[in-house]
């Protein structure tokens, strides 16, 4: 079964950048989209389609894919932007969803 | 405005069975894909299934195929995952969320339903 990879955990200062790494098998030829989920709440999607943002997402997400690996990009993070976030490719009428990725603001 | 809203919370002794559903509004019920996501406590998303309500056809990850059943219930705009025979591993919270076949992302996610195993 195909699987995505993640960091369990990424830190970042206040206005400095986040990148989010999400590994998988040739996962470059597939589209990759990201889902933020804070405490208590149902996840959102802030990527899709590797780099666009959905209508309401601040332009200091964005993404990237290509090899077999797909990258989550905050810039300018800000304290708001602490959550998990977790990646997610169609592979072979298979929904997979990675291993999900603390983000802590310091 | 599109709304996926789930049942309640659910509190269940193992070996109980449970329905939960999820109800779709604001949109075409038959031309989207519903899927089933599980998150175990402190623990991260996994997919378990998915059906097309406009004919019921359905798929499930190897990793839940056996263990839940999922159906829809068009007429009512309902989709539904079930249990036959729970075990205390089960507790977790269950969502649904619309798929968008074209961009391939779960556009709309229902609030969630708690279901809690404990003898």
């Known amino acids: 079964s195909y699987e995505l990879t993640q960091p369990p955990s990424v830190s970042v200062s206040p206005g400095q950048t986040a990148s989010i790494t999400c590994s998988g098998d040739k996962l470059g030829d597939k589209y990759a989209c990201w889902y933020q989920q804070k405490p208590g709440q149902s996840p959102v999607l802030v990527i899709y389609q590797d780099s666009k943002r959905p209508s309401g997402i601040p332009e200091r997400f964005s993404g990237s894919n290509s090899g077999n690996t797909a990258t989550l990009t905050i810039s300018g993070t800000q304290a708001m932007d602490e959550a998990d976030y977790y990646c997610?490719?169609?592979?072979?009428?298979?929904?997979?969803f990675g291993t999900g990725t603390k983000v802590t603001v310091l | 405005e599109v709304q996926l809203v789930q049942s309640g919370a659910e509190v269940k002794k193992p070996g109980e069975s449970l329905k939960i559903s999820c109800k779709g509004s604001?949109?075409?019920?038959?031309?989207?894909?519903i899927g089933w996501v599980r998150q175990m406590p402190g623990k991260g998303l996994e997919w378990m299934g998915i059906?097309?309500?406009?004919?019921?056809?359905?798929r499930y990850s190897p990793s839940f195929q056996g263990q839940v059943t999922i159906s829809a219930d068009k007429s009512i705009s309902t989709a539904y995952l079930q249990w036959s025979s729970l075990k205390a591993s089960d507790t977790a919270m269950y969502y649904c969320?619309?798929?968008?076949?074209?961009?391939?992302?779960?556009?709309?996610w229902g609030q969630g339903t708690l279901v809690t195993v404990s003898s």
């Open positions: 969320a619309r798929w968008d076949i074209v961009q391939f992302f779960f556009d709309y």
């Open positions: 604001g949109y075409s019920f038959t031309s989207y894909w």
């Open positions: 059906i097309y309500p406009g004919d019921s056809d359905t």
């Open positions: 997610q490719a169609w592979d072979s009428s298979l929904y997979v």
